[in-house]
């Protein structure tokens, strides 16, 4: 594996493919979420920027933007189409050429088995709370591992363990829109976390020269007083939050005192089976993938239901409203609002800073561990000109100020390897459809050719890599 500071963005297989029910390809359970009437906007990955047909034009966009590395996610029901668990030969061929593609231009892929888009077959067995996943996922892992080897340099097993759960069965805005259920949030997490290590042990089992990681959504809880109710709820919030994922993935071992809290908070734990824990300790991660949004800012529980919103506003509800997003936990903590601090029309906290912290406590806790920042990204509503051109300076200040703290971490000793851009170009966005941009690369959802145009943030990029060819 090359040495050299990776530079790149990322996608993921629902977000930005299409060709949903293509060459064998399965229904995931965001095609039948999307499919169906609980999807209130009618809005769905059907075709998106159609990556499925366009990847040689984007990955060639990459490489003319001086990018050295794409980050993008396998559809798990594009290999594994049905129960019956025959492989689809036609997936792996669409990823074949994707690789190729890649090696062309020297990008170095970092390739997600599982974003957020499970078989459907898999939800209906019950999803990530189904007790037969992690050997499901562990059976898919390995056909990929087999099928690829060291032509993928760097595997990542799940996106965004903590934050899909919670998603999924909190604020219950992904499928299966479960609202508030402690008990399937933490059975989803203890099983992203055994999905995780059974497919590590699959993997370990090739001797490849890749390297395996995880990919994790939040920062490091922060609080705006130090008191002693403050720090307890600043352990709480990272326990609940980060410890749960990234303990096992990295040290092999979920701590006692999360345990501990969390019966004492009325779940069963009973899917949690003594043999696992062998499973967990011997199948660690090589390398982190941490994403850059927002600040887990917290206070201590004051009172109330465990609920998924703050002042009753929506999470991620792309209303526009600047309401800001958060959760209480009973007994555990409650999401604060720090009023120096802007949010983006979706009540995210614009925080620079909380990327820095993140790293120097990472390092703090985990040691040199290899990092990747493989998320850092603005959602805005973008506008162009007549000709397509997006003059887009909130993005490239929002990507500078968070560069700038992630490379002051890196100066200071955090071993970062890597950074991508969330995203390519412009793609679907979970919840918010195609209103909420992110892309270097602007793409005409009204043209039937889903024209490209980068965007003055695609080329602020290109000079920012070229800047810092020397890390
Ligand atoms: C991360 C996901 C991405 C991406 C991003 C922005 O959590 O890994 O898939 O979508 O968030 O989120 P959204 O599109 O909801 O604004």
């Known amino acids: 594996m090359t040495e050299k500071f990776l530079w790149g963005s990322a996608t993921a297989a629902y977000q930005c493919e299409g060709a949903w029910d293509a060459d064998g390809k399965g229904p995931s359970i965001w095609d039948e979420f999307c499919h169906s009437e609980k999807n209130t906007t009618g809005i769905t990955g059907d075709v998106s920027c159609d990556f499925f047909h366009h990847y040689q034009e984007d990955i060639r966009m990459m490489a003319e933007g001086g990018q050295n590395t794409y980050r993008f996610s396998i559809s798990w029901s594009r290999i594994v189409p049905k129960a019956d668990r025959v492989i689809n030969e036609q997936g792996f061929e669409f990823y074949d050429n994707v690789l190729t593609e890649c090696e062309k231009y020297g990008i170095v892929p970092n390739v997600t088995l599982v974003h957020y888009d499970l078989p459907d077959y898999v939800g209906a067995q019950g999803g990530w709370c189904w007790e037969g996943i992690a050997d499901e996922f562990a059976y898919y892992a390995a056909a990929v591992f087999r099928h690829f080897g060291d032509r993928i340099p760097l595997y990542v097993t799940i996106n965004e363990p903590t934050h899909n759960a919670s998603c999924c069965y909190m604020v219950g805005n992904y499928p299966p829109n479960e609202k508030v259920n402690m008990q399937h949030f933490c059975h989803c997490a203890y099983n992203m976390v055994m999905c995780n290590a059974k497919a590590i042990r699959e993997f370990r089992k090739l001797h490849l020269k ?109 209303s526009g409203k600047a309401a800001k997003e958060g959760k209480t936990v009973k007994g555990w903590f409650e999401s ?36 990747y920042i493989t998320e850092n ?13 997006v003059a887009d300076d909130g993005r490239i200040e929002f990507l500078s100020n968070f560069l700038e703290q992630i490379l002051k971490a890196k100066a200071e000793g955090v071993n970062v390897k890597g950074y991508y851009v969330w995203s390519t170009m412009d793609l679907y966005s979970w919840i918010n459809g195609y209103k909420k941009r992110y892309g270097l690369v602007r793409v005409d959802y009204d043209d039937p050719d889903l ?21």
């Open 377 to 389: 990204g603005h959602g805005a509503y973008d506008v162009a000109d007549e000709q397509g051109y």
């Open 210 to 318: 890749s390297q395996i990681g995880l990919v994790h959504a939040s920062c490091s809880a922060e609080a705006l007083k130090a008191t002693p109710e403050y720090l307890e709820a600043v352990e709480n919030g990272d326990l609940f939050t980060n410890d749960w994922v990234l303990d096992p993935a990295i040290k092999g071992e979920i701590p006692q005192k999360l345990i501990d809290k969390v019966k004492a908070s009325g779940i069963d734990l009973s899917f949690m089976k003594a043999e696992d824990r062998a499973v967990i300790a011997e199948n660690t991660i090589d390398f982190l993938g941490q994403n850059a949004y927002s600040r887990l800012l917290v206070k201590p529980y004051h009172s109330g239901e465990t609920c998924a919103t703050v002042n009753n506003a929506g999470n991620n509800d792309g």
């Open 336 to 371: 604060d609002t720090d009023p120096d601090v802007p949010l983006n029309p979706w009540g995210r906290e614009i925080y620079p800073q909380c990327i820095y912290n993140t790293l120097i406590k990472r390092k703090q806790k985990y040691g040199d561990i290899p990092i």
């Open 451 to 471: 024209k490209r145009t980068p965007k003055k943030s695609y080329f602020w990029y290109k000079q920012f890599i070229e800047d810092h060819q020397d890390l």
